[in-house]
């Protein structure tokens, strides 16, 4: 947990973190090496608790212990959502400000883009985080054997190239940005965003948020110490919702919905064999040697489709007008494995990443007791919805008919491999023709979340359009959490705007 207590009579700010300075992890400069860091040291890896959807499995949800947070253990991937999302999302919280046009001002602020076909109108030239599309990084030389081949196949199913994004349109088959500097080195928020002017104390967790009455007045560590707050305190963190008095916590504000709502995007790698691997298609092959293919991870298209009309039709109850146009799910191709268990990253493979976007399941996060130090109980309730699980075997089939049933692809993919570990015996490769029980039983066993939670302190509900929590003073929360409705895209380009719009309501305040 972060939190920044904030001065701003004195101009002074402080920020506290539970978890270390990871400067000088050199697996934090790198992408290739970044994806040892889930599950390690700086990862927090909340356990889920069994989810009755998904095989009775348990689910580990990243959530960066580190001063930077989440930004010190993600993939790069920087892909905002629909414009149709941050309408929802302004529409739900009463605020337009959080619609496409009110944060694209705070998505050029945040950005410097190299890409040279980059639209200034929807674009920044000299933000601090630094952006290319996969084509433009590298001088033009991280271009994959590929790219070309997998985009045709997406055409043969009538899914067009979306060159330029105009108006926030996502639909198609989009280009892949990363944030990276020139150097190919990743950009944690924390080497990013100058804080000499912030008093940092990190390993430095929090117990609670201290209050007169109704009105935030700092924070108690768990060593007992006090930082007094004449401002306001500003959170970061997952923010639970319990019966309090179970655990004998004293109840400051009554706000039911705080641990609700909690949205995630739920996704299924899959693999799939090349017919001849000495091609050089994927990485761990002699033949994909391009020093500009390990700049960063080796990926090139994402491609967005919204449901058929058959399969609303079934779901009318459970959608919203302009549903026929919104982005339900992307499918991304990687030429490297992703850690799927029984498959060998040495070139004989690639892979894609099926996820749903829109979910319509809910989770809930609380506490487990009084304890700071205790995990919370988080139950995500993944595919607990009929709309999300025709959805998402739609996505997987749609998946499956590109990589192997396309003239594109038939004469490099020979078929998909299913995972090989103890506990996912039975398993057979999925074709076009797989029946839907089968695809679904592969989701609950196979799939997993992709580390994009938020909700649970949702705007309109626990905070209002500026991230103050509703019925107390001095209080604020700043994080995933506020965002009451799932983003399309990957989210951290998402949050970097949201964070430029908070931090300029705050010093609006003061």
């Not at 700071?372 to 995500?380: C, I, N, R």
């Not at 949050?495 to 908070?502: I, K, P």
Request: proline share 7%; aromatic share 8%; net charge negative.
């Amino acid at each position: 947990m972060a939190n920044l207590i904030a001065d701003y009579n004195d101009k002074e700010v402080i920020l506290l973190e539970a978890g270390p300075d990871p400067t000088g992890n050199s697996a934090t400069e790198f992408f290739l090496s970044g994806l040892s860091l889930q599950g390690g040291e700086l990862d927090y890896a909340y356990p889920s608790e069994p989810v009755a959807t998904t095989a009775d499995r348990v689910h580990y949800l990243s959530a960066g212990r580190a001063l930077g947070g989440g930004t010190v253990i993600n993939f790069g991937g920087w892909l905002r959502g629909d414009a149709a999302d941050y309408d929802e999302w302004a529409e739900v919280a009463g605020d337009e400000r959080w619609s496409y046009q009110g944060l694209k001002p705070w998505f050029v602020k945040s950005e410097t883009f190299y890409d040279s076909g980059a639209d200034p109108q929807e674009h920044g030239f000299d933000g601090p985080m630094y952006v290319t599309s996969i084509a433009a990084a590298e001088e033009g030389q991280r271009k994959y054997p590929l790219r070309e081949t997998i985009k045709n196949a997406w055409a043969e199913l009538g899914v067009p190239h979306n060159i330029d994004r105009k108006n926030g349109a996502s639909v198609g088959v989009n280009e892949m940005h990363e944030n990276s500097d020139k150097k190919g080195m990743r950009q944690p928020s924390n080497v990013v965003y100058p804080l000499n002017r912030v008093k940092v104390f990190t390993n430095t967790p929090v117990y609670r948020v201290t209050f007169d009455d109704t009105k935030a007045t700092g924070v108690e560590l768990v060593d007992g110490r006090k930082v007094a707050a004449r401002k306001q305190v500003i959170v970061s963190c997952i923010g639970p919702s319990a019966d309090l008095a179970e655990h004998g916590i004293p109840l400051v504000y009554e706000s039911p919905y705080v641990g609700q709502n909690l949205h995630d995007h739920y996704a299924i790698h899959l693999a799939f064999r090349l017919r001849d691997p000495s091609l050089g298609y994927a990485f761990g092959n002699a033949g994909f040697q391009n020093p500009a293919f390990l700049k960063g991870l080796p990926w090139d298209w994402i491609a967005n489709q919204p449901l058929p009309e058959e399969l609303l039709s079934k779901h009318q109850h459970d959608t919203k007008p302009g549903w026929e146009k919104r982005n339900v799910y992307e499918v991304l191709t990687a030429y490297v494995v992703p850690g799927i268990p029984g498959i060998p990253i040495d070139g004989t493979h690639i892979a894609t990443s099926t996820m749903l976007l829109l979910p319509t399941s809910r989770g809930t996060v609380t506490i487990r007791s009084s304890s700071p130090t205790d995990l919370p109980l988080v139950q995500p309730n993944y595919l607990s919805t009929q709309l999300d699980r025709d959805a998402l075997v739609h996505a997987t089939r749609t998946t499956v008919k590109v990589l192997t049933a396309t003239e594109s692809l038939k004469p490099i993919v020979e078929g998909e491999s299913p995972p090989v570990k103890e506990g996912l015996e039975g398993l057979t490769p999925l074709t076009v023709d797989t029946s839907y029980e089968v695809i679904l039983e592969r989701l609950q066993r196979t799939g997993e979340q992709h580390q994009h939670s938020g909700g649970t302190a949702a705007m309109g509900k626990v905070v209002d359009g500026e991230g103050k929590v509703l019925g107390v003073t001095g209080l604020r929360v700043a994080d995933a959490s506020i965002i009451p409705v799932p983003l399309g895209g990957h989210p951290q380009a998402s949050l970097y705007a949201m964070a430029e719009q908070l931090a300029s309501m705050i010093l609006a305040d003061s």
